[in-house]
């Protein structure tokens, strides 16, 4: 048995249970992860309120993004993922997979190694921020060498991961009240 945490109904952190649930052996492509650290972001909080991309089906687990070791892979799964300091990249369905608890089943291809010198904090909350500027900024506005570009929220998380892109992709920020056009700051 391990505790985990679900959403009963949609609403606030107020509708956050703590509950004590059997897991599965991870499935085909699947790996346990024994959590060691849990991120908290705005998708999260959105998908308890059922305002997300995708609705809760209820009683549903929440959580994107944790940071942990790989107790146990399942079919179709490298082996030598046992054992590996890993953070969840959040590439899933949080319907399927979610990671607020001291263990969950995730995906192998939602996994990603995080350097040493990262702690296990710091490694559960380093993917949402720049996977939502990437995605914006690369995947859907095809950013390119030269390019101009406005961030209005540059002091946020994804806003700071933004002038990060920008500035990896070559790109040009301006500042949102006027003036000159400048190079992004890392």
Same mark, same amino acid.
């Given at each position: ?15 956050? =249970?703590?509950?004590?649930? #059997?897991?599965?052996?991870? $499935? ?6 024994? +959590?060691? @650290?849990? *991120? &908290? ?46 953070? =969840?990249?959040?590439?899933? #369905?949080?319907?399927?997979? $979610? ?6 089943? +995730?995906? @192998?291809? *939602? &996994? ?75």
């Amino acid at each position: 048995m391990t505790k985990v945490i679900q959403i009963e109904k949609i609403g606030g952190p107020e509708n956050l =249970t703590l509950r004590e649930v #059997s897991l599965p052996e991870p $499935g085909h492509g699947e790996v346990k992860l024994r +959590v060691h @650290a849990v *991120a &908290l972001n705005r998708a999260d909080v959105l998908y308890m309120r059922g305002v997300y991309a995708e609705k809760p089906d209820l009683p549903s687990r929440v959580g994107y993004e944790a940071a942990g070791i790989v107790e146990a892979v399942g079919s179709g799964v490298d082996r030598t993922w046992i054992g590996k300091r890993v953070a =969840t990249i959040p590439a899933f #369905s949080v319907n399927t997979y $979610g990671v607020l608890g001291e263990e969950a089943i +995730v995906p @192998a291809t *939602a &996994l990603g190694e995080y350097p040493a010198t990262l702690s296990d904090i710091e490694a559960a909350a380093i993917w949402m921020q720049y996977l939502t500027a990437y995605g914006a900024l690369v995947r859907l506005g095809q950013l390119a060498k030269g390019d101009f570009v406005i961030i209005p929220a540059a002091s946020s998380s994804v806003g700071i991961a933004a002038i990060q892109i920008v500035n990896a992709e070559g790109a040009v920020r301006v500042p949102a009240r006027g003036g000159n056009s400048i190079r992004a700051a890392a």
